[in-house]
């Protein structure tokens, strides 16, 4: 049964001697071997070379601290609201008499925790984030996890270092 009467029938003509021992696919193929043999390689050498990563990039979490070395965090709780992956956790404390340079504000996040497998990297808690206290590093990637208590990142390696401040060009 026939759907239409818009056939073709292709004719393949008789092939050359040279078609037949592959002469132009064969040269072809060394011309391409030959022009990326002597090109500029594409990769890199990790290690002791990295690519930049650009300004949007998200990368490893870090809880900023401000001028003065107390943190920004005041455990309001919306970075985990708005975590879809649900990998972010804090436990607020009120502060103390005598902790007035550790903390910013009344409340603190006593624990604070991101899991990194959770983790969708979607910079939605940087977004919710009233303080400015949780950021994406664009210059840093994470590393890679060897053992499975490495995967919860605590206060211990969020919390910047006041020697070693993040600074995200444009900022002020």
Known sequence: MKLSNKTKVLEQGEMTLAERMYLPAIVGGMAITL?????KPVTIRYPEQTRYLGPVYRGQHILKRDEAGAERCTACGL????????????????RKAGEETLYREEKYAKVYEVNML???FCGLCEEACPKEAIFLRHDTMVPVFHQRDEVIWGKDKLV????????RDGWK
């Not at 970075?79 to 009120?94: D, Q, R």
């Not at 910047?160 to 600074?167: A, N, P, Q, T, V």
């Open 160 to 167: 910047e270092k006041m020697d070693h401040r993040y600074l």
């Open 35 to 39: 022009k990326h043999f002597f090109s």
């Open 79 to 94: 970075c985990a609201v708005a975590c879809p992956a649900e990998a972010i956790s804090m436990v607020a404390e009120e």
């Open 118 to 120: 959770r983790c969708i």
